[in-house]
């Protein structure tokens, strides 16, 4: 029979394997407190941050051939109806962005946008720069949006797009910090500039960076977009895209962020 202190071998192999544990889990405590063992950033979180610099999402990384069609409303109503129309028998789900005075303004427009199963993201106070506004009356600008959006459709938003691109880090760290997420673009269809409907065609299908995981950019008031939507929309199935909101296209979570605003995937 054993004695007292020394246990049965079965007892002592336990009460080895418990003390070699301790002792790994002690030692990686002191590294990591020393700074000699670090974890990745890109395992331990997302970040949104580049060389110190916030950066909106303007793609993603995607390997399935899915893109995202993105409207901003800002002023009038334009062609909204028959954007949705075309968006309807192209079986295309999108993503609009509203400013305040657009859902002021048109609210059974946002309210069929939503039924008809789109996504309704934040353009802020539309075409005014959003560099300029206090942080109060910036806050208060995203609190309107939001509770206009949600008093019309039942449902919040989740998305911003700052007003005309602009932006910095503060911007992007007030949106972040009241629950937003900050989404620019990637490709845009320049049909701002009124060219044609070939111009706008040309600007979304020949763009370099139209490929898996863009994120491309319309007007709804633009004079020639509906015209060139269909054709647009046509061409990229044929390329074997499919498109979806961008609210389903990016990452919540396990990514970093390129310089471009690009989320890749960690």
């Known amino acids: 029979m054993a004695e007292r202190g020394e246990g049965t071998p079965r007892q002592q192999n336990g009460s080895d394997k418990r003390l070699r544990g301790f002792g790994v889990l002690m030692l990686c405590i002191l590294l990591a407190a020393a700074g000699f063992w670090k974890f990745s950033p890109e395992v331990m979180s997302a970040s949104s941050r580049v060389d110190g610099k916030e950066v909106p999402i303007c793609s993603v990384e995607r390997m399935d051939q899915r893109i995202a069609l993105s409207f901003e409303c800002v002023e009038e ?12 028998q192209q079986q295309v789900e999108a993503t609009f962005f509203v400013s305040r005075q657009w859902a002021e303004g048109f609210p059974k427009e946002v309210r069929r946008i939503f039924t008809s199963g789109h996504e309704i993201g934040s353009y802020g106070n539309g075409m005014g ?3 300029q506004l206090s942080r109060t009356a910036y806050r208060d600008c995203l609190e309107a949006v939001g ?19 602009r932006y910095d880090n503060e911007i992007l760290n007030m949106a972040r910090k009241e629950g937003y997420i900050p989404v620019c673009w990637s490709v845009d269809s320049m049909d701002w500039k009124d060219y044609g409907t070939e111009s ?12 898996s995981g863009a994120i491309v950019r319309f007007q709804n008031d633009a004079r020639y977009t509906a015209q060139a939507l269909e054709s647009v929309i046509s061409e990229l199935k044929q390329r074997g ?9 990016i990452y919540r979570e396990g990514f970093r962020m390129d310089d471009a605003g690009k989320q890749l995937k960690t």
């Open 147 to 165: 509770k206009q959006v949600r008093d019309l459709t039942g449902v919040g938003i989740e998305l911003f797009r700052p007003p005309l691109g």
């Open 200 to 211: 706008i065609v040309k600007a979304v299908c020949e763009n370099p960076k139209l490929q």
């Open 241 to 249: 895209f499919q498109m979806i909101p961008v609210g389903a296209l």
């Open 77 to 88: 109503s334009g062609n909204t109806q028959e954007i949705l129309e075309i968006l309807k």
């Open 129 to 131: 720069s959003m560099e």
